[in-house]
């Protein structure tokens, strides 16, 4: 079941997350997140001038809508359908990157490494409150992202839990 959350020039202009917040909130409510796990697609109907060449993550009205979301919901990687490539799409939203014609979104490694570990202990601490504790993934969410982490570090941080 593919959940969808539909973003316009009003509610970014406005950084307005009431979109994001009527989608979310049910699902918390119903008090089986993990049941939405990897489901989470956002619609992003922004509205471009016709000559304007920049990708979505170029564009700082977008960034910030997706900054106060983040502050919102920091777990909200868990949701995003990351085969769909939400998740990297929402990494470029968080992440300083430039684009190459040849090798696509070139993330700024070391802004990509504090967001990713960020994100690790942000998950770690959230799961291990949702009963899920499995390592495989937040180190399936590091390998999206590029990065290997070792079996070692997720237990330096389940003794902190």
């Keep these: 079941m593919t959940i969808t959350i539909t ?5 970014i202009y406005s950084l307005d997350v009431s979109p994001a917040l009527m989608v979310i909130e049910p699902l918390l409510q119903a008090g089986n997140i993990s049941s939405y796990e990897q489901q989470l697609r956002l619609e992003i109907n922004y509205e471009q001038e016709e000559n304007d060449p920049r990708e979505l993550s170029e564009i700082p009205e977008v960034r910030l809508w997706f900054v106060r979301l983040d502050a919102k919901y920091p777990w909200l990687p868990f949701l ?8 990297s799409r929402y990494a470029a939203m968080l992440v300083p990157h430039q684009f190459s014609s040849k090798e696509g979104i070139q993330y700024n490694p070391e802004a990509l490494e504090i967001f990713l570990m960020h994100k690790i202990f942000i998950l770690s601490d959230w799961l291990y409150k949702q009963d899920i ?4 993934r ?3 969410l590091a390998q999206i992202l590029g990065y290997e982490l070792d079996d070692a570090f997720f237990e330096m941080i389940e003794k902190t839990n």
């Design 7 to 11: 973003l316009n020039n009003d509610s």
């Design 80 to 87: 995003l359908d990351w085969k769909a490539g939400e998740l």
């Design 133 to 136: 504790v499995s390592p495989s």
């Design 138 to 140: 937040l180190k399936s």
